[in-house]
């Protein structure tokens, strides 16, 4: 889950971290209060989950009290890309001497965290690495020995930050850990001219996997990023969407992983991971084929089920209720196996649609839903 500004920056407050004093509201009115609060001028900032708001016209510096109550009416129901204002952060403005940019990242691959730095913050870091990669330093950090001094040391030596960002990396390490963060980003992390270091825009995403224990920020799922993961969130569905345009449906995550693994094998690409869990239901079954279906850039569909506590004939009667509520125009091929396989596919049988096929294999399951996938469009 993203964080917003507001709360990332109370977050990096908390440990520490130097941020200008701000204040977060709805209200065009309060937001002349906010400002004179803050001693008249402000900088008014649109609180949305997507970065380059500065480019869309989402943050505006007000010279007086009057004028960030304008700029708050202007940016409130903005939309960034497509993103609505809800909020503005009204903050103290900073006079800036130099932007930086810090941040550290889940390195998947390399089963580590990444710290990239650069001395040429403000814009988009991607834009930095690819127009002057060398201006983007990269340091792998072992997530088991943490952040030591020295690392930081060496980071901000590589980038050319100045030495007072040390305590900075340091302290929003410990931000990432004790957050359980998989990316923390300040972008800019500024010098101000009266030499102070400051963090003026920041960026978490909390590990949904902590969710259990870092519960100050509400409920997860409130603004999953992609449409269809909301959808599927909303029906309690394990659903994570993919590039391909294979759409995957199996029981138990370690089946589904390897289901993803075959189909890649085959030469296509999954469109998704979708596990219906153990002792899916008819119903479970349904929303997730409906959810898969609606995916356009799904052009077959795989279900693969070994029947543990799953019924395969449960499955298959949640497949026969999909097709009469979603009215499928892409070709699902079926794999029913284990646990009643044999009255699964005998109402698929009695079922007899066109679109469905059926395969007794994984391995052939995958590679029917490849070819037609990878094939022209079929009619319908
Ligand atoms: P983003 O565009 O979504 O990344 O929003 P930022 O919070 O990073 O703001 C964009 C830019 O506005 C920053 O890179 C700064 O150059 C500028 N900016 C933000 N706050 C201040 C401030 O207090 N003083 C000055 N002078 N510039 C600011
Ligand atoms: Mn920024």
Request: net charge negative; glycine share 10%.
């Amino acid at each position: 889950m993203d964080l917003y500004e507001h709360q990332a920056r109370e977050l990096f407050a908390e440990h520490g971290i130097v941020v200008p004093r701000a204040e977060v509201t709805d209200s065009p009115a309060r937001a002349r209060e906010i400002a004179r609060a803050l001693g008249g001028r402000a900088v008014v900032k649109a609180q949305v989950k997507t970065g380059g708001r500065g480019k869309a016209g989402g943050v505006r510096l007000a010279a007086d009290p009057a004028a960030a109550e304008e700029a708050s009416r202007h940016i409130l129901g903005m939309d960034i890309k497509g993103h609505r204002v809800e909020a503005v952060m009204l903050a103290e403005p900073v006079d800036i001497q130099q932007e930086f940019y810090v941040s550290y990242v889940l390195d998947r691959a390399a089963g580590g965290f990444l710290a990239v730095a650069s001395a040429e913050g403000g814009t988009e870091i991607e834009e930095v690495a690819a127009e002057r990669p060398e201006a983007v330093v990269r340091v792998p950090v072992d997530p088991a020995a943490g952040l030591t001094t020295a690392t930081a040391v060496r980071i901000a030596d590589a980038a050319g930050l100045p030495p007072q960002s040390v305590d900075v990396l340091v302290r929003l390490w410990q931000v990432l850990v004790r957050e359980d963060a998989l990316l923390v980003e300040v972008n800019p992390l500024v010098r101000t001219v009266d030499g102070r270091i400051v963090a003026l825009d920041g960026k978490v995403t909390l590990d949904d996997n902590a969710h259990f224990r870092q519960t100050r920020w509400g409920e997860r799922h409130a603004t999953a990023a992609d449409p269809l993961e909301a959808r599927a969130a909303a029906k309690g569905l394990n659903y994570v969407k993919l590039d391909g345009e294979v759409g995957v449906i199996g029981n138990g995550a370690g089946l589904v992983m390897s289901t993803l693994d075959v189909v890649a094998g085959c030469g296509a690409r999954p469109a998704n991971f979708l596990d219906i869990g153990g002792g899916a239901s008819a119903r479970v079954m349904a929303d997730g084929l409906s959810v898969v279906l609606s995916d356009p850039a799904v052009k077959s569909v795989l279900v693969n089920v070994f029947g543990g506590i799953t019924a395969c004939d449960a499955v298959a009667d949640g497949i026969v209720r999909a097709l009469d509520e979603v009215r499928p125009t892409k070709p699902i091929v079926v794999r029913l196996d284990g646990n009643s396989a044999a009255r699964g596919r005998a109402l698929l049988d009695a079922r007899a649609h066109p679109l469905v096929e059926q395969a007794t294999t994984m391995d052939g399951a995958a590679s029917r839903a490849a070819r037609h996938a990878t094939a022209a469009p079929t009619a319908g």
